[in-house]
């Protein structure tokens, strides 16, 4: 009923960039925070970025000042634009909303399936 899908990964090179974004579409009543994870061969899944309906964001250390997420609350979107990219970025990203459907009255987690981003020369 509920469905995030992410676009825009790729390969770049290091120093390079990319933007990533991702749309929730469905049976959806309300999104509270929207953001990024990310998820490194042989590595557990990490925070990269995430935003709250109001706007508060919060980075991971190892991003700050090189990435920016951004959202469209009426269109149920979120971006993450990333500049200077490092090799260590390399990882399958994953898009997530904390919503609430029509048919439900909790807030739930859904993620989107990942789109894989690699930086190499």
């Known amino acids: 009923q509920v469905q995030l899908v992410e676009s825009g990964g790729g390969l770049v090179q290091p120093g390079g960039s990319l933007k990533l974004s991702c749309a929730a579409s469905?049976?959806?009543?309300?999104?509270?925070?929207m953001g990024w994870y990310r998820q490194a061969p042989g590595k557990q899944r990490e925070l990269v970025a995430t935003?709250?309906?109001?706007?508060?964001?919060n980075y991971a250390d190892s991003v700050k000042g090189r990435f920016t997420i951004s959202r469209d609350n009426a269109k149920n979107t979120v971006s993450l634009q990333m500049n200077s990219l490092k090799p260590e970025d390399t990882a399958v990203y994953y898009c997530?909303?904390?919503?609430?459907?029509?048919?439900?009255?909790?807030?739930?987690?859904?993620w989107g399936q990942g789109t894989q981003v690699t930086v190499s020369s």
């Open positions: 935003i709250g309906s109001g706007g508060s964001i």
């Open positions: 997530y909303g904390l919503l609430k459907q029509y048919s439900g009255n909790v807030f739930l987690t859904s």
């Open positions: 469905g049976s959806i009543f309300s999104i509270n925070a």
